[in-house]
């Protein structure tokens, strides 16, 4: 039957209804879609990866996911690497930072520059960043070395962690999370600890054949960090090597792990 038609029978057969009877509308017949297959295919594949509310990302996700935020923020950093120890800030956003060991040395990050400044020594000597020397290196030597040297890079090294596995809760000063377990090659493991709030609070790693850790813990995030380069008097060239070009000793730091490459300065601070 037409639909005017209809409608004009439903309107005739409403017209004495009884009181509270009501007659529904007749609703609009939608226009039938034809959809492409491949388009069809195409929503059917996006469905199939959609994260269902409730699911808990990968170990590997977690740990990532905190780099991302840590290396979002400024902190403040503590390290430990055998009888040494270190203390200092970092704003990744601005790249500026300082790092001062036990012994009074110091490092400060300005930009794509570092500088040093040994114990009790008054001039200052630069250079690049440790990660501009270490970005292909091996990550278990880069993650490693950039412990005491550089923390905003060491946590992008971390990215290559495989086999990261879920160790249950994880509780620090003020804060609360869980706690990762991971590999690196040449017989390292770590562990991380990532707060609820998935910023990355406490980083250790072992090496198995020489029984050294590092550990490399984060606090007060959020604290404004300001670092200026040193005066340009203060600031020495370092002598090189004749033959090479360059500083004949490399990085160094206090883990057994040897780094393949040589530093074009002297090492600002050596762990």
């Known amino acids: 039957m037409p639909e005017n038609e209809l409608r004009t029978l439903l309107a005739e057969a409403s017209a004495d209804r009884p009181p509270g009877v009501r007659v529904l509308p007749v609703a609009r017949r939608p226009r039938r879609m034809w959809l492409p297959l491949a388009a069809a295919a195409a929503a059917a594949a996006t469905a ?21 935020a840590t290396s979002s923020e400024s902190y403040r950093i ?6 040494k120890t270190f203390t200092g800030a970092f704003d990744p956003e601005r790249r500026v930072g300082v790092i001062v060991r036990n012994d009074g040395a110091e490092t400060r990050f300005v930009g794509d520059t570092v500088y040093g400044k040994d114990p009790g020594e008054t001039t200052w000597f630069a250079g690049p960043r440790p990660d501009d020397e270490l970005a292909n290196a091996p990550a278990a030597v880069g993650l490693v ?16 962690a495989t086999e990261v596995t879920e160790q249950g809760p994880a509780t620090g000063n003020g804060w609360t999370g869980t706690r990762f377990a991971f590999t690196l090659p040449d017989k390292i493991s770590g562990l991380v600890d ?15 054949s020489e029984g050294h850790t590092n550990v490399l813990e984060f606090s007060d995030f959020g604290t404004p960090v300001t670092v200026e380069a040193p005066p340009q008097n203060q600031i020495s060239a370092e002598p090189r090597d004749k033959h090479a070009g360059e500083v004949s000793k490399p990085v160094d730091t206090a883990s057994p792990v040897k780094s393949p490459v040589k530093s074009p300065v002297k090492p600002p601070v050596k762990p």
């Open 145 to 160: 070395k950039l412990m005491p040297l550089d923390p905003p890079a060491a946590l992008r090294k971390l990215r290559a």
């Open 194 to 208: 990532v707060d609820d709030q998935d910023r990355i609070r406490r980083l250790e790693v072992t090496f198995a």
């Open 48 to 68: 199939v990866v959609l994260v269902l509310p409730g699911t808990t990302p990968s170990a590997d996700a977690q740990v990532a996911a905190a780099v991302d």
């Open 78 to 83: 503590d390290t430990v690497s055998g009888d």
